[in-house]
């Protein structure tokens, strides 16, 4: 059994609560884009049942070209961020690049993300912590499940005691992502939410040249198979036209597809949990 522990006020993760569905475009490309994204995830995570915690990031700092577009920046990207809080009554994530933009995202997101490449620094994962919020670390491709228990120690030492650990495929050779499905259920044997990325799993690291590339019609398969395992929260970037993305479209899921493959999703996740009860 997994630590269960609050999101926010009407959403908890871990546990027997129910899988946590965390979605939205990889990147903030403009506010009109980012309402109507929000919007609109909503909307189906109504539909089909599913606790929203709406993701964005404001500034991608890893991409492949120095000329990729990376966001609007920290305090525009808090700034539209704040606003779908304010207006939306969601409850946000977003992914902090260094140790000083770590408050400012604390003061406005609920789950403060340590990105993949950054999960083994000792500072980004004790400023993460600091900030009191829920902490989500993704666990690096260079990093085997068994590393999952150093990174948490880091968070619990400076006092995090509300952590989850986002499994989102591991290097193979170059450019190319494997999904260990026993290291999955082996980190969730750590006590603590363990969150699928299915649609980073599907990257294709630096595939196309300049940019990074993907195979996202493989995404929804590796989100039925974390959910026949068993997972306390789906990560998914998804938008509304993933050709013309500003980042990671080639792995996207389409928005128009969401619904079907949440319900799909939500149909294993039950049939495994009634399996697992008897």
Known sequence: MTHSFPITGNIAVGGE????????????????????HAERIARIAETVGMPLVFKASY???NRTSGKSFRG????????????IKREMGLPLLTDA?????????????????VPAFLCRQTDMLSAAAETGKVVNVKKGQFCA????????AKVQQSGGDRIMI???????GYRRLVVDFIGLAKMRE???PIVFDATHSVQTPSGQGETTGGESRYAPQLAYAAAAVGIDALFVETHENPAIALSDGPNMIPLDDL???LERFLEITSKNKTTTAV
Not at 72 to 83: A, H
Request: charged share 25%; glycine share 10%; aromatic share 6%.
């Open 17 to 36: 609560n129910p899988v946590v569905l965390i979605a939205g475009p990889c990147v903030i490309e403009g506010e009109d884009m980012l309402l109507r």
């Open 59 to 61: 500034d991608k700092a």
């Open 72 to 83: 609007p920046g920290l305090d525009k990207g808090l700034r539209l961020l704040e606003k």
């Open 97 to 113: 690049h260094n140790t000083a933009e770590m408050w400012a995202i604390g003061e406005v997101v609920d789950i403060v993300q």
């Open 145 to 152: 499940p068994e590393d999952a228990l150093q990174i948490i």
């Open 166 to 172: 986002t499994e989102r495929g591991s290097s193979f």
């Open 190 to 192: 750590y006590g603590w």
């Open 259 to 261: 619904t079907a493959v």
